[in-house]
């Protein structure tokens, strides 16, 4: 993908216990024609070959996800499942350290909530996370950098992960900050590694490294991280040269047997939505965004840690 700049200034204030922010965002013409408002492309699409694209996050500094992301990838959701010859997508970030971070709590919470719903009937994160695991074409998500929130959920409902060993994070932060995920990880976590080591990850709510991942079932396998591009690609490749159709069958039947209804899903987003509502979580988001949520790197990167110091605050 094309890389492209977002700039971001951000400014925090409080009214009536609600946590609001105001963000100034620099935009410029898209590089490529699109049927979206004119803000700098933040999903950028590579087509490898006809069967093989990758997709790349491109929203430094942290990769967070909000109302001008979720179009976008939503758009490139609907040319996935379009699309007659694609048989494999992976999903890479272009910013260093971050594959995908959290919701972003700058706009305020109408942004997110007036947003229409998607085919599946669920708002654009889970309706576009839905469509992920059940579209006709393999998804596998490259994980290099911070997986955070959402780009842990997205990671969970792609068909595969594979992490770096050495620079893969995986978080499920919300519960430290009062929140509940909105992603679906409730839903997908205990399928993947059992109800035990999904609560230790959902209510530790802090940082999975790429080896611990690994031996979990977070992700297929983490590798070295000299070792995960060209693992991936061969893989994605090879992937890429077979009966679409066979494809699309066999994931078919394998969906029937691992993935969570729509409603399960769903109650993820409408548990989140209300939870970001609470005085407490409230509170909790206000004094991260003070320490630096969002504008410091440090928060973003030990986010497990800032959320075990709002007690103390």
């Known amino acids: 993908m094309i890389a492209t700049m977002l700039a971001l200034s951000v400014s925090l204030t409080a009214y009536a216990g609600q946590a609001t922010i105001s963000a100034a965002i620099e935009a410029t013409p898209p590089e ?13 699409v590579e087509h ?28 490139v959701m609907n040319e996935i499942e379009s699309d ?8 890479e970030s272009a910013v260093p350290g971050f594959f995908l971070t959290h919701y972003d709590f700058v706009p305020p919470l109408s942004a997110s909530t007036d947003m229409p719903s998607g085919p599946t009937g669920l708002h654009p994160l889970p309706d576009m996370l839905v469509r992920l695991s059940r579209a006709p074409v393999v998804s596998i998500s490259l994980i290099r950098g911070r997986a955070t929130g959402v ?11 594979f992490a770096s060993r050495e620079k893969a994070i995986f978080s499920q932060w919300e519960v430290g900050a009062a929140l509940v995920p909105g992603g679906g990880p409730m839903a997908r976590l205990p399928r993947l590694m059992g109800r035990g080591r999904a609560l230790e990850v959902l209510l530790g709510s802090d940082d999975i490294d790429g080896d611990l991942a690994d031996k979990y079932g977070y ?8 070792e995960l591009d060209g693992f991936v690609d061969a893989l994605a490749t090879r992937i890429s040269k077979f009966d679409k159709q066979a494809i699309a069958d066999t994931k078919r039947l394998v969906n029937f047997a691992s993935l969570p209804s729509d409603p399960e899903i769903g109650a993820g987003w409408d548990a989140f939505i ?4 609470r005085p407490q979580a409230q509170a909790n988001i206000t004094k991260l965004m003070k320490m630096g949520l969002q504008t410091n790197k440090d928060v973003e990167t030990r986010l497990g840690f800032y959320t075990t110091t709002l007690g103390d605050q």
């Not at 490529?32 to 950028?44: I, N």
């Not at 007659?84 to 999903?91: E, N, T």
């Not at 209300?274 to 509502?277: I, K």
């Open 32 to 44: 490529q024609s699109s049927t979206l408002p004119a803000v700098k492309r933040q999903v950028l």
């Open 48 to 75: 490898r070959s006809p069967s093989y694209w990758r997709v790349s996050f491109d929203n430094p500094p942290f990769n967070i996800v909000g109302p001008d992301f979720l179009p976008q990838l939503t758009e």
């Open 84 to 91: 007659r010859d694609l048989r494999v997508v992976v999903f």
């Open 151 to 161: 780009g842990s959920e997205l990671a969970l409902a792609s068909d595969m992960r």
């Open 219 to 226: 992700v297929n396998r983490s590798l070295p991280d000299d």
């Open 274 to 277: 209300t939870s970001v509502q």
